[in-house]
């Protein structure tokens, strides 16, 4: 039975609780960044097809360096290495807002960018993912994993009606500099840090890491199934975050504060989620978990597709939300909890790789195919492949669970 009492449990750990709540900080700057970013690129173009381009610019780094990013992770000490990329990712705010100030951007500047601070992010992930063992231990590493992603999803729900609010009336570029000023949080707090659970062996000097991570999952059965699927959520249904703001304008009939409603409304259904992952200590119910959230993700699509409601869409996007985190949780504590610790960084380099390379190769797929087809026929479509991979994925699940019982 599901009990909330254990929901903030990883906060008993100091140096956590000064991570947590100076990424509450950062990441609210985050998004707030985000919406500007994107809005910026519509106002200025006005295509649907570059906003797709802008995710894969974004997010493409972490498909071509994120299991270098993991290689790093267990070689390198994580909190020096978070120290490095938050400073870089404070740079990049810096250099976007003077751009927009000085009336110097054009959408060349916002796509490189965006991509070098995708590339920031490629090493950031997978390193803070892997930190936060370090910071509670695996006991409680699942809780802080939901806490973690419940932190980012309030983000999610503050930071884009923040964005929308002050675009609206103050312009982007305060929206860059807010989250410039955010991350001087993060890096105090990692300053102020103590590591209470030393790293584990590093990894080797070499991309034979990368190879021999392959071969773990080759042999992991469980793990293979969970994280392909991971991929196929990725790929298809992921990417619709980066056209809502065509569907806040022309479907919808919004502006920025309504793509800020969408926004917080999937972040809002998410942060849910993580509150519902917090106290879910079962590791083996997890694959399933995946499985059966993944097709209720692509149900609340396909509702979207239909949608011409501000309020039903939101609704749609709350359960979007939801079935997003629970599906994406159950296979990070599921992958961290069963890596070996001495290549844990490498697996969960797996798991960001997809979950965050992968969304801008569909975004690119998608934005291509938008150029011909109706944007919600797209989404529809891919919302209903999805469906039946899911299906597929949960038949898989159960026959595995029936040779076991009967083997």
């Known amino acids: 039975m599901l009990t909330f009492k254990n929901t903030f449990k990883s906060l008993i750990h100091r140096s956590f609780r000064l991570f947590f709540f100076a990424q509450m900080v950062s990441l609210i700057g985050t998004w707030v960044q985000g919406v500007a970013q994107s809005w910026l690129l519509w106002r200025l ?56 100030i000085f009336n110097l951007i054009n959408p060349f500047l916002i ?85 209470e659970n030393p790293q584990e062996k590093r990894s080797p000097s070499s991309l034979t890491s990368i190879k021999e991570t392959f071969q773990y999952f080759k042999k992991q059965n469980s793990e293979l199934r969970v994280l392909l699927l991971l991929s196929t959520v990725s790929l298809l249904l992921l990417p619709y975050a980066y056209f809502l703001p065509y569907f806040a304008d022309k479907v919808l009939k919004g502006n ?98 997809t979950f965050v390379g992968f969304p801008p190769l569909g975004g690119l797929f998608i934005g291509t195919l938008t150029l011909k087809f109706n944007t919600p026929i797209v989404l529809l479509v891919c919302s209903l492949i999805m469906a039946i991979f899911s299906l597929l994925y949960l038949i898989s699940y159960q026959t595995q669970k029936l040779k076991e019982a009967t083997g």
């Open 256 to 353: 920025s504060e309504t793509l800020g409603f969408l926004l917080s409304s999937a972040g809002f259904g998410a942060a849910l989620g993580a509150i519902v992952m917090a106290n879910n200590s079962n590791i083996k119910q997890m694959p399933y978990l995946v499985g059966i959230f993944s097709l209720i993700l692509s149900f609340s699509m396909i509702l979207f597709s239909f949608s011409t409601s501000v309020i039903l869409s939101s609704i749609f996007l709350v359960l979007a939300g939801f079935s997003t985190m629970i599906s994406a949780s159950s296979s990070n504590i599921f992958l961290q909890t069963k890596a070996p610790p001495s290549m844990r960084g490498r697996v969960i380099s797996f798991y960001v790789t």
């Open 45 to 100: 173009t006005n295509s649907q097809g570059l906003l797709g381009l802008l995710g894969f610019a974004q997010m493409s780094p972490v498909l071509f360096f994120g299991l270098i990013g993991g290689i790093f992770a267990d070689r390198f000490e994580r909190k020096k290495l978070l120290l490095l990329t938050q400073s870089l990712a404070l740079l990049q705010a810096v250099v976007f807002a003077s751009l927009i």
């Open 111 to 195: 796509f490189l960018l965006a991509f070098v601070l995708g590339t920031i992010n490629a090493f950031d992930m997978t390193g803070r993912q892997t930190f936060l063992a370090d910071l509670v231990g695996l006991k409680d590493i699942g809780n802080a994993i939901a806490l973690n992603s419940l932190l980012f999803n309030l983000a999610r729900v503050i930071g884009p009606p923040i964005g929308g609010f002050v675009i609206a009336y103050y312009g982007e570029s305060i929206c860059f500099i807010a989250n410039a000023v955010s991350f001087l949080f993060v890096l105090f707090a990692l300053l102020m840090i103590k590591i």
